[in-house]
């Protein structure tokens, strides 16, 4: 379907503000499934941005910006996979394959400001000099429009100037290679959930991940909100056998103290 | 010249805590967050110092030092800040505070927001949303718009502990992180099977009509979903593959698969 003017303009003011959040990481509203959502209102579709969102979310889990690194871009992730899976007519599984580039883009895009944005300390470090506390903010917020603007660009340009030459491209696909990409919109949620372990599993929790696993494999749960809660209740045992632990250690720390005097 | 010093109320340390949503703004991979951070203290230090531009300038420049930390966890170190800088504590003793702190912080900050609150509310609102409810996507925004504000939270407790907040930070954050650890770790085990969709098509099957996938399941369902986590978590950690290679590799590889008509 096409999407008109009005929309590209109404998508590059979502991804405006939500690249606003992507910077901040305050309110969420930079991940897949809320920019997905939104992106389906705005062309009218929601069911498309609801599916779209929840693919996208999921394979973008693992892909922190945790210490400064820049990866893969979510937000321009969970917008071009719902365009794509809009205009073309493909699933959302598909898309999230097709959306791969755009999320390059983006991602590139937040490393060239990340560093050209060290330009900006010369005249922030002058400012402090001058106590100028006015000036000071001016800069800091100029770097946020510039960033949030240049992601309105790409995402206007993108989804309304190029939908016909990314439609036309992608309904040149033979079956096979559409079932391809859907296959790895199955996969991809790997990707993410890996990346979280790379970070978290150590050998004291990796049992907790098979618990968490036998769960919900052979208890068919409808969601994830029963496994948290017993891992709440893990974690709390945890937490109070580590405490009686460490007050034994002082006792027994104290009692030496004692006998050396 | 002796330097005189007003009182911060509980809405200047409001104020500071709202500010501090722009933390991340501007960053630049040479100082990281510095003049978000340093902004979020301005109208807290020009209301403790006046028109004492010479406090304020020091001030600012004593935190434009290089920071990185977890969102949340800086509002709590702002608010630490502005009360040392309240009490008229030595700078340097601030600055070494803040440098010694924001580390820790942000493993905390990371567990709870990122490894915890992230995956837990990602599958919960996606599974409402792939089911075609905009009861997932709201629910999310709903949850996330309660962490953002909980920064009040943090700015009031790390303005009211002082120099206080140094120990209990030393001696509780491994605790919680381990915590949010296990927590994390029994989601993540959660997510496997109910997201990563890893079957051979049912036409494929081995000599005498069992199909592959039956036989599979027959071991343990989900065995395959599981194997292929862990696979790339070898790839990841043992061959250092980078991420994008992967990502490409995996569309690569589907695509093969489902030429031979294999998934």
């Known amino acids: 379907m096409q999407i008109t003017l009005i929309q590209g303009i109404l998508l590059a003011l979502l991804a405006f503000i939500c690249a606003c959040d992507a910077c901040w990481e305050a309110f969420f ?47 321009m992730a969970g917008m071009m996979t719902t365009v794509i899976a809009f205009t073309t007519g493909q699933s959302a599984e598909t898309a999230l394959g097709l959306s791969l580039p755009f999320a390059l883009l983006a991602q590139w895009v937040g490393i060239v400001c990340n560093t050209t944005f060290a ?25 946020l429009v510039i960033k949030a603007g240049i992601y309105a660009l790409i995402t206007f340009l993108s989804a309304f100037a190029l939908q016909n030459q990314i439609a036309g491209f992608v309904n040149m696909f033979p079956e096979w290679l559409i079932h391809g990409f859907e296959i790895s919109g199955g996969l991809l949620p790997a990707v993410g959930l890996t990346l979280l372990l790379v970070v978290m599993l150590k050998k004291q929790n990796v049992a907790y991940l098979f618990i968490g696993f036998l769960l919900m494999t052979f208890l068919k749960l409808g969601n994830i909100l029963p496994v948290a809660i017993a891992g709440i209740a893990v974690a709390f045992i945890g937490y109070l056998n580590d405490e009686t632990i460490k007050k034994n250690a002082v006792t027994v720390g104290g009692g030496a103290d004692d006998d050396g005097i | 010249m002796t330097v005189s010093r007003n009182k911060l109320d509980k809405k200047d340390i409001n104020k500071m805590s709202m500010l501090s949503i722009l933390e991340q703004s501007c960053f630049s991979f040479e100082r990281m967050q510095a003049p978000g951070f340093c902004l979020g203290l301005l109208p807290g230090l020009k209301k403790i110092y006046g028109d004492q531009k010479e406090e304020i300038s020091d001030a600012m420049k004593n935190n ?36 010694g702190l924001f580390g820790p912080l942000a493993g905390l900050g990371d567990a709870i927001f990122w490894f915890t609150l992230l995956p837990i509310s990602a599958a919960i609102c996606c599974s409402l949303a792939s089911g075609g409810s905009v009861l997932g996507p709201i629910l999310y925004i709903a949850i996330w718009f309660l962490g953002a504000i909980s920064r009040l939270w943090f700015g009031r407790m790390g303005y009211n502990m002082g120099v206080g907040a140094v120990d209990l930070i030393s001696s509780n954050a491994s605790a919680i992180t381990k915590a949010a650890g296990i927590l994390g770790m029994m989601v993540v085990g959660g997510l496997i099977p109910s997201y990563v969709s890893l ?32 696979t790339l978590y070898w790839l990841f950690k043992k061959k250092h593959v980078n991420t994008l290679m992967l990502i490409i590799l995996i569309i690569l590889v589907s695509i093969v698969l489902s030429f031979f008509r294999i998934m």
């Not at chain 1, 979310?57 to 937000?75: H, I, K, M, Q």
């Not at chain 2, 081995?206 to 996938?213: E, F, H, L, R, T």
């Open chain 1, 29 to 75: 509203w930079f991940r897949p499934i809320v920019v997905a959502f939104f992106a389906g209102i705005i062309l009218g579709d929601v069911q498309v941005g609801l599916a779209a969102g929840a693919v996208a979310e999921l394979s973008y889990l693992g892909l922190l910006t945790v210490g400064g690194t820049v990866p893969p871009d979510p937000l």
């Open chain 1, 119 to 143: 330009g900006f300390l010369r005249p922030l470090d002058h400012a402090c000099e001058n106590a100028d506390t006015k000036k000071f903010t001016q800069i800091v917020l100029l770097g």
């Open chain 2, 64 to 99: 434009m030092d290089f920071i990185n930390t977890e969102p949340h966890m800086a509002t709590f170190l702002q608010g630490l800040i502005l009360s040392l800088e309240e009490n008229g504590q030595d700078r340097a003793l601030i600055k070494s505070i803040k440098t």
């Open chain 2, 199 to 230: 079957h051979f098509a049912e036409t494929l099957v081995a000599p005498g009509g069992v199909s592959i996938q039956a036989i599979f399941d027959s071991i343990m369902p989900n065995i395959l979903p599981l194997g292929f986590v862990f």
